[in-house]
């Protein structure tokens, strides 16, 4: 089990090689904790994974809501039916969202604006209206 990571556009892409039962669960782990760090989103790929174990739906649960308490997000792609299903009847699906590839995963996540830049546009416009 080898999890390859890449960055694309401020998104950590994990593509785990081989089943997400036993072998690379920790890795996978230590992953999602390494892009917390960086303030990253996630785009898990699941293109050469069949099955995944409780434990695993475990972390990728627990990081979801990680990642939402900071404002970033994980998202999946390449998903089969068996995986589809796991997530499923755990409510997983509810949680998470998955797409065909990657550029639509990236593009669910639009504009990057920071807390600061909000603010700023939000008075902007409010500046923009009460003096227009």
């Known amino acids: 089990m080898k999890i390859e ?7 950590t892409i994990l593509s785990p090689t081989g089943d ?3 072998e690379g669960i920790d890795e996978l782990e230590n992953q999602f904790k390494i892009s917390c760090d960086n303030a990253h989103h996630v785009i ?3 293109a050469h994974t069949r099955y995944i174990s409780a ?3 475990g ?5 979801v809501k990680h990642f939402r308490d900071r404002q970033k997000g994980l998202k999946l792609i390449h998903v089969n039916e068996n ?3 796991l997530l499923f009847i755990t409510g997983l ?3 998470i969202e998955i797409f065909e590839n990657e550029d639509a995963a990236i593009a669910s996540l639009g504009p990057q604006v920071g807390k600061l830049e909000k ?7 409010n500046l923009t209206q009460e003096y227009s």
């Open 5 to 11: 990571r890449r960055e694309k556009e401020k998104v």
């Open 20 to 22: 997400l039962v036993y």
């Open 44 to 46: 898990l790929d699941f």
């Open 55 to 57: 434990k695993a739906l």
């Open 59 to 63: 972390i990728m649960a627990f990081y």
């Open 83 to 85: 995986i589809k299903k």
């Open 93 to 95: 699906l509810k949680l």
């Open 119 to 125: 603010m700023l546009l939000w008075s902007k416009e």
